[in-house]
């Protein structure tokens, strides 16, 4: 892989992993054009793809530092409270809560991924009419709860059953297509909050997940003989930043706008898919 292709890759990665279009689809589709997957090793490609989410994951982590450090912070004060009868603040029981909904919003994608791995990494997730398929599937169900939800609650208002029905959508981000960020607004949304809180905790939420298929998929890496380690390591750089500037600019739109644009354009992607099969110009 050259460093050019690197860095294109990096960039795409980067802006599509945050907004809810799906940087799987949009990875695997210049993949192909690229010939950078191999039809014959297809988890060389699910190991490029989640390490080089670890450039985005850096990305949350600086976005989010001071928010990740409260609730870090919260979480311990508060839990230990109950053995050192310390008093605590309701900011510190706040964010323990919120340490407890990224746990228990975790949980669902974790055991689905780990019982289907296998799956997870063979081919058919590569498949780009699966890909097309969920583009637009996830499209119209996002339509769905943009007209039907109420877009009234705040972060401070945040429950658990937010989190688990959050948590029980972010499982069907597995299905390459859907997009981790999709499928969790989606999910926030029917839940009643407001958009940008929706797209705030998903960021949050994807940390643990990001992490773990990253680290898990790492020992991959070193052992293909296909992925370059250096033209890996300039992806992720790049990846980054330009994550770094989706989720700012993904919170400002959701501010004022809807999520039609996402939706407009995830149906359209899903069309030009399915034509450019159809025409032979891409292989499934």
Same mark, same amino acid.
């Given at each position: 892989m050259s460093i050019w292709r690197a860095i294109l890759l990096g960039l795409i990665q980067g802006l599509s992993e945050f907004i809810p279009i799906s940087s799987t689809a949009h990875l695997t589709i210049a993949g192909k054009l690229m010939g950078q997957v191999n039809p014959e090793r297809p988890d060389d490609w699910t190991a490029f793809i989640a390490v080089l989410q670890l450039g985005t994951l850096i990305a949350v982590i600086i976005y989010f530092w001071s928010d990740i450090l409260q609730i870090i912070s919260g979480f311990f004060k508060t839990n230990l409270a109950y053995f050192t009868k310390q008093p605590v603040s309701a900011a510190e029981r706040f964010h323990s809560l919120l340490g407890w909904m990224v746990i228990i919003a975790t949980i669902p994608t974790a055991i689905v991924g780990l019982l289907f791995r296998h799956q997870i990494e063979g081919v058919f997730t590569k498949d780009l009419r699966v890909i097309s398929g969920a583009l637009i599937i996830l499209a119209l169900i996002l339509a769905l709860a943009e007209a039907l939800a109420s877009h009234r609650r705040e972060m401070s208002q945040l429950t658990i059953r937010?989190?688990?029905?959050?948590?029980?959508?972010?499982?069907?981000?597995?299905?390459?297509?859907?997009?981790? #960020?999709? +499928? +969790?607004? +989606?999910?926030?949304?029917?839940?009643?909050?407001?958009?940008? +809180?929706?797209?705030?905790?998903?960021?949050?939420? #994807?940390?643990?997940?990001?992490?773990? #298929?990253?680290?898990l998929e790492l020992p991959k890496i070193f052992q293909s003989t296909t992925i370059s380690l250096s033209a890996l390591a300039v992806a992720t750089v790049f990846a980054g930043i330009s994550g770094y500037a989706s989720i700012a600019f993904l919170?400002?739109?959701?501010?004022?706008?809807?999520?039609?644009?996402?939706?407009?354009y995830r149906i359209a992607l899903?069309?030009?898919?399915?034509?450019?099969?159809? #025409?032979?110009?891409?292989t499934p």
């Open positions: 937010d989190a688990i029905i959050m948590g029980i959508a972010q499982v069907f981000s597995l299905i390459p297509g859907c997009s981790r #960020s999709g +499928t +969790t607004i +989606t999910g926030g949304l029917f839940a009643g909050l407001k958009r940008e +809180t929706a797209a705030r905790f998903s960021f949050l939420m #994807s940390i643990p997940a990001i992490a773990a #298929s990253g680290i919170l400002h739109f959701l501010q004022r706008n809807s999520n039609l644009l996402f939706i407009i899903g069309l030009v898919i399915i034509s450019l099969l159809a #025409s032979g110009k891409l």
